[in-house]
């Protein structure tokens, strides 16, 4: 009953907080201070279903429920451990999107810092015996929010839980995948090690920078990359495009693009696909710019959708709009998992000629883009992760997640064992858009 109460008040308070976007765009009063829908998302927080106040309403369900009954929405089947959400602080409404849809309450846990700035980490809840998973990315601040990762899996760990998974929507450190030069670490190598150290049983991620990082885990840490691909082609699929081109901005993400491709021609939309070559100089110890864009393909014409799998200054998609631009192209847009937009990337997106950019939840926009960045629009992998979760639990396949267009559904068909086959159908990805 509590998960079914907390899906119902987050559905509703998201629709509320949609309603209200549509009207200040409707009425052009974004980029105003007149707009309509701060006030009306903090006269919400003070409603009784919203806020700390469902906390509370939680606990005062606990202390009358029966004994018999399950605190999770999803109840034990034979000796199956119970089903635990835990958040840390880097996405918490992912992770409140990705337990209202699996109808399991998010578990307690107090997490906070001491004076010096160290994390302190404490479960409210019993987790004995059960299957945890830790919904945390490893987002900027990067170190804080990888701290809170590791400190929770290691506490879950000292309480005797079953099992712990890591959901890691945004993969942290994942560039540094190599030794480019003498004398640096594999600093994505390293993170995995430490993950397994503090107990970590399994991960899931969205959309890896590199897919080798599945080889830093041992055998006994499986992980699972899901992508965030089907949910782009669905929305794309609702725009109205002509003659499209997929992009790769470098070499690198050409298996990306292609991938992208085949998911638009599998709806019915031809595709061709292009890449821009980069050479960059060095602009300092850890820096570079692009010299110089050449471009393999034809967009003369083209509606041309950029894939990445991020966004961090923008640099790179700010000089493949203005190339693919130069070549003939009609319309520019963008898509990647993960939008850092880290400083100028809002200037460089509102600079440059590009219709739209596209990026999933994985990563909560940081202010200054919200403020700043009317081209960027979000759209969520909650479902995709809430289905491997289900699927991990009930031990069921987690490959059809690769179609999968919702992170939470991920996470569930995780939890419950369940195949992620199924996950990839796009017409639910359009209804999540609607």
């Keep these: 009953m509590l998960g079914r109460l907390q899906t119902y008040v987050w559905i509703n308070t998201k629709g509320f907080q ?23 998302e903090a006269r919400l927080e003070k409603e009784a279903f919203c806020s700390g106040k469902m906390s509370i309403l939680a606990e005062m369900f606990k202390s009358r429920r029966p004994g018999g009954v399950s605190s999770s ?15 840390g602080n880097a996405n918490s409404e992912l992770s409140s999107e990705i337990a209202a849809r699996l109808g399991v309450p998010l578990t307690p846990a107090k997490i906070a810092r001491f004076p010096d700035g160290e994390v302190s980490i404490q479960i409210l809840e019993n987790v004995r015996n059960s299957d945890v998973y830790i919904i945390q990315p490893t987002c900027p601040p990067v170190n804080d929010n990888l701290m809170e990762l590791l400190l929770c899996a290691s506490a879950v760990r000292r309480a005797a ?55 830093f885990f041992g055998p006994r840490t499986p992980v699972d990359n899901l992508w965030a691909t089907p949910i782009a082609v669905s929305y794309f699929k609702t725009r109205e495009l002509n003659n499209v081109a997929v992009v790769s901005p470098d070499a690198g993400g050409v298996a990306r693009a292609k991938m992208f491709r085949e998911g638009l021609e599998a709806q019915g939309m031809r595709a ?18 692009i ?8 967009v003369t014409g083209c509606d041309c959708i950029i894939v990445d799998d991020m966004i961090d ?24 998992t993960h939008g850092l937009f880290n ?86 990805g359009v209804n999540l858009l609607a």
């Design 73 to 87: 929405g999803i109840a034990a089947a034979g000796s199956r451990p119970q089903l635990q959400l835990i958040t």
């Design 161 to 215: 839980a079953a099992r712990v998974t890591a959901v890691v929507p945004y993969y942290g450190y994942a560039r540094q995948d190599r030794k480019e030069r003498s004398r640096v670490p594999i600093s994505a190598a390293d993170v995995a090690k430490m993950m397994e150290a503090m107990g970590v049983d399994r991960v899931c991620c969205v959309d890896l920078h590199c897919g080798q990082i599945q080889g």
């Design 291 to 298: 010299a110089q864009a050449d471009l393999v393909g034809t």
């Design 313 to 336: 200054t923008a640099g790179t998609l700010f000089m493949a709009t203005n190339a693919l631009k130069s070549f003939g192209a009609s319309r520019v847009f963008a898509f990647a």
């Design 343 to 428: 400083p100028p990337a809002a200037d460089r997106i509102e600079e440059c000629a590009i219709e739209e950019v596209i990026v999933a939840n994985t990563i909560p926009l940081p202010p200054s883009v919200n403020r700043e960045a009317r081209k960027v629009r979000q759209i969520s992998v909650g479902k995709l992760l809430a289905q491997a979760v289900k699927c991990l639990h009930t031990g069921d396949s987690i490959l059809s997640l690769d179609v999968v267009t919702s992170c939470d559904q991920a996470i569930k068909c995780i939890h419950t064992g369940d195949s992620v086959q199924r996950l990839f159908d796009m017409d639910e």
């Design 18 to 40: 949609k309603i209200m976007k549509k009207y200040d765009k409707r009425m052009e009063l974004r980029g105003t201070a007149q707009e309509l829908g701060p006030e009306f």
């Design 272 to 289: 061709s696909l292009a890449m821009i070559i980069t050479q960059r100089r060095s602009t300092g110890e850890l820096g570079s710019e």
